[in-house]
């Protein structure tokens, strides 16, 4: 079952990226990070703006750059991070084999974290450190409960250097490990994961944006644009707050998660709660893509859920039969919910715009384009071809330096846009307003070296 699923869409994301399909935000941006930490070569992500470490407390990328010696790039990425997802499968079949004592049901409960449609949907998007994170923090949870607390310890410390986020779910697991009975182990786990994301929140970002704080708290609008205001609004005006979460939007995103996992995680509120503060978050952000079950912003909640799936089932499961029951029902509606929301081959999602199963328009001028471009000259390239031109340590994603796109916190410290040597964009594509400022840029500043089916290639002659 892992091979046939990690396969599936290590195959698909690979096609998905040489058939340019992939994009600047949030893959080049990690692409570029990790090379630049292999190279040695500073660490500002030019395709965001902010420091490596500005952007996320992500230490595990460290772990990614010998790979990056000997070539790797966006697909090496991508194959650890299939390979991680499917891992976290094999905690869930772990935690189920030994809270329902049946190695079956504990491969009935694989597959249903398997055939969840966010969870197939973590892979379309090829690359993200929370994804990463979702298999060490699920044989966490295993080895918290099979009292294997050197592995717990292991486990643990590698999914949170994935990124600062992680240390909520941490949090909450530590408190759930005292709750249950290991008071003194738990309190740690607890005092350190906290320990962990005030440091990185409130010290390391902070530290490498010049004091301004994580980019993310001003996703909040009415609640406030930082973390206090935030809490402090949430808190202190409870009406709001809950008017806020039953909007129906929320309601609907909701229901998506618990869902497919036939709603039993609301029979097992203690273990779900490891979901709750990512879930919190992204119902209260005004950021609509955090509750797009698309996006990796639902990694912790899918893995708050599938724990507390295998939880509820232990409890309301009294004997065999019902068990097997229960697993039984929770299989039809994981995959129900895979046909009709989730991107597999089995999935209504697969033969719409998610996978580029034909070749595009312009395939080749594309692959010509960023052919042209020489190895380390500063870019500025069209946002589905950055991730092909990401292992360079001046790349950004047009109309960016020209125009105060989307760049760093507050749009600070905009480099000069006459570093700039090559352009390589898309015309097809283009707003109204990049088009314009393509425009100017090839009147006064830059000359046409190549353009095909859309594709333009243009290098600076004058500045």
């Known amino acids: 079952m892992l091979v046939v699923w990690s396969t599936t869409f290590i195959v698909l994301g690979w096609m998905r990226h040489d058939r340019f399909s992939t994009y600047g935000f949030d893959l080049g941006i990690y692409d570029q990070a990790t090379w630049l930490l292999s190279q040695f070569e500073g660490q500002l992500i030019t395709v965001r703006g902010l420091n490596v470490f500005g952007h996320h407390v992500s230490p595990v990328l460290y772990l990614f750059a010998p790979f990056y010696w000997l070539g790797a790039g966006p697909q090496f990425l ?179 998660m618990v869902g497919p996992f036939g709603l039993l995680p609301l029979f097992a509120l203690p273990s779900f709660a490891v979901a709750l503060p990512m879930l919190a978050i992204n119902a209260l952000s005004t950021f609509p893509y955090t509750r797009d079950i698309k996006y990796h912003y639902s990694a912790l909640v899918v893995a708050g859920a599938a724990v507390a799936t295998v939880e509820a089932i232990s409890w309301m499961g009294q004997g065999d039969r019902a068990r097997r029951t229960l697993v039984g029902l929770v299989m039809v509606t994981a995959l129900a919910s895979s046909v009709a929301w989730g991107p597999s081959p089995i999935g209504r999602e697969f033969r719409g715009p998610i996978w580029p199963l034909k070749e595009p328009p312009g395939q080749e001028a594309r692959e010509r384009a960023v052919a042209m471009i020489p190895p380390g000259a500063a870019t500025s390239a069209f946002y589905n071809l950055v991730p092909h031109l990401a292992h360079r340590r001046l790349i950004y994603e047009f109309p960016t330096p020209f125009v105060a796109g989307l760049w760093g916190v507050r749009g600070e410290r905009l480099p000069d846009p006459g570093i700039v040597r090559w352009l390589v964009v898309d015309r097809g594509q283009m707003g109204a307003q990049d088009q314009s400022v393509l425009d100017g840029l090839l009147v006064q500043e830059f000359a046409t070296r190549f353009s095909r089916d859309g594709i333009l290639v243009a290098e600076r002659v004058a500045r």
Not at 129 to 154: N, S
Not at 191 to 211: D, E, H, K, Q
Not at 214 to 232: L, N, Q, T, W
Request: glycine share 10%; net charge positive.
């Open 78 to 256: 991508l194959i650890a991070q299939v390979l991680a997802q499917g891992s976290g499968a094999v905690a869930i079949y772990l935690l189920a084999r030994d809270r329902l004592e049946s190695r079956w049901l504990g491969v009935g409960l694989a597959a249903v974290l398997l055939l969840n449609p966010t969870y197939q949907f973590l892979a379309w998007e090829f690359f993200h450190p929370e994804t990463l994170a979702i298999g060490p923090l699920l044989f966490a949870y295993w080895a918290a409960r099979a009292r294997r607390w050197g592995w717990f310890w292991a486990a643990a410390a590698l999914a949170i250097s994935c990124k600062e986020d992680i240390a909520l779910a941490l949090v909450v697991i530590g408190v759930l490990i005292a709750l249950r009975g290991d008071r003194r182990i738990g309190a740690m786990a607890a005092f350190l994961a906290s320990a962990w994301y005030l440091l990185a929140t409130r010290v390391v970002i902070p530290g490498f944006n010049y004091g301004i704080p994580p980019f993310y708290e001003g996703y909040f609008g009415e609640f406030g644009d930082s973390a206090g205001a935030v809490a402090r609004s949430v808190t202190g005006r409870p009406g709001r707050t809950f008017r806020a979460l039953t909007r129906n939007d929320r309601l609907d995103y909701f229901l998506a």
